[in-house]
């Protein structure tokens, strides 16, 4: 330990710098010098929510000058819980329908964790009290703190302190996901998730239900009034199923008060076969009655035809079966508070003037019913960016703007089917990217539409190194324009996940200069242009580090492989490509479906 002692500063500093958190903590404790070296690593990632504990450890950090100086990033965590849990019944009805609301229950949270589901282990039906008992109590004293708007508070407090802020993190990530980089990753994570994680480590069990927040409002268009600037509306949606059709039972039920219930639920269901219900009753039934028939995600809780109005009617007179909900009932939708906090940091002065990365570390967990079109595309909810109805476009181009030091840019926006993805476009990204000639890492994952790229193939960034397209519907003549423009400066391009732009989209689409498959281009050329390109005595491109990855696509119907499809394509083959370059002699070419 004395020879560590006898190392210069910047020595130890690196040393520190390899050292996981934990031992980072125990070497403060060692001496005097190594405490003062070491303190610039023990918060370099600091988060920010209304879950009490993460709100006590952030208060703690910016109290304290020594610590607060040394936070690198601030990680805004935006998921919240939904009140509806905070109900026994309800929170247990769903837990045992595993499958349907708590499939991962049985998963170890990353590969190198101790397994969860052994031989020989028998699993119980019903989830512990003490899993309920945790997530109470984050709930009660989060939706206190989020009345109060003490992360707010917190954070205008701590901004002056946080002298050394140099990466601001928006993300709606869930500690049931395994991502490993980035905000609520195996790399870093908050002390709510921490904690959580912990437990179902201890319990060999993950707890159902973690913190969680659905970016699109997916079940209805949301009006823009001070509440949703604010951030201040969210939808429960499972509390909403409730008020719609009654208290949830699990399978099996064997709980006395259930029981109670559904015998009572069965009086009321005599007495209104029976004319014996009051007129209140009846007025109740009706109306009911009327909102369920235009509601097309209602559910019936009687079997027989003959009941199938009555069945309908009754749901605020008692239980309904969770067997016949889906999981899109425990969507907690909220659009607008994660960006309404971001935009206060972002406002910051002094932070403009040091700010060298903005991301938006989008959640992948989206609940939907299996086999369905899910509800929305992950991601910040593309009503944010639409530039006429969302006060939010504007201040976020002049904040972003303003940052005359920010090189990098990871922005992911999502879409509600009640949603028009083109608001995307209408201009905000477009002025956004505009502004940003200095970015060295630019990583877009949009909505998909047919004018994703070709709104942005004038853009021109002097230093780019990284490019990441993600989502999209990939038009490769205009992707390999971009490369082109950029190839004396990029090392690395990712494009993944994006779907093959056709003729027949474009031709429903505004891109009148798409006349032919030929203006649109094709993978192998794309795959070909790029090598050429990458041969050129001025590329900087690295073999392995540019890749298509699940690039999606279509055969001819009764083709052999081609790249384009018919006009009429709905029963060609689904293919999936990809390709790197340095690795692979050509594309990489997958069925998927017929």
Known sequence: MSSLNNLPDEIIQEVVSYLPGRDVKALRATSKRLCTASARWLFPILYLSNHPLDL???????????????????????????????VWNNYRALAVRESEFWKDRRKPYFADDEPFDVQGREWPREPNRVSYNHLVGILGQHHQNLAMRADIVALKEALPRLTALKSLI??????????????????SSSPTVRQWRQLGREH????????????????????????????EVYDDVLQHAIDENGEPYGREESEADTQD?????????SQLRNGTNTQ???????????DRESDSDSDSDSDSDSDRSVGRSIGRFGPNPAGRWSPRRRCFARESRGIYVTLIALSDKTLQS????????????????????????????????????????????????????????????????????????????????????????????????????????????????????????LWPKKLLGFIRRHVSTLEEVRVEQCVVLTLAVSLMSSLDEIQSVADIGDLPSLVQGITLLAATPVSRLVAGKVALDSVMGYAKEHGSGGLHPDLVFRQSLVLRYSWTYGVDDGLRTETLSN
């Open 354 to 473: 040091r700010l060298t990365e903005f991301r938006i570390d989008a959640s992948h967990d989206i609940l939907y019913d299996w086999g369905l079109v899910p509800p929305y595309v992950s991601g910040v909810s593309c009503a944010i960016f639409h530039k006429d109805g969302s006060s939010f476009a504007e201040p976020l181009i002049q904040s972003l703007r303003s940052c005359a030091h920010l090189t990098k840019l990871d922005i992911t926006i999502g879409c509600g089917l009640a949603q028009d993805p083109s608001v995307v476009h209408d201009g905000t990204l477009r002025d956004l990217l505009a502004s940003m000639p200095h970015l060295q890492d630019l990583s877009l994952a949009l909505p998909g539409d047919s004018e994703s790229l070709a709104r942005y193939e004038h853009a021109v960034f002097p230093n780019l190194r990284r490019f990441r397209l993600a989502r999209v519907s």
């Open 280 to 290: 209140q009753d009846t007025d109740n039934m009706h109306r009911d009655f009327i």
């Open 261 to 269: 219930l559904l015998a009572r639920n069965e009086e009321r269901r």
């Open 56 to 86: 006590q450890v952030f208060k703690l950090v910016a109290a304290n000058t020594e610590l607060a100086g040394n936070v690198r990033e601030l990680i805004i965590d935006d998921t919240s819980l939904a009140p509806s849990l905070g």
């Open 170 to 187: 928006l993300t709606n990530r869930t500690a049931d996901e395994s991502f490993k980089t980035g905000a609520q990753s195996q790399q």
């Open 204 to 231: 060999r069990e993950r707890p159902p239900f973690p913190p969680r927040c659905d970016w699109a409002w997916w079940r209805q268009p949301c009006n823009r009034e001070e509440e949703w600037t604010r951030g």
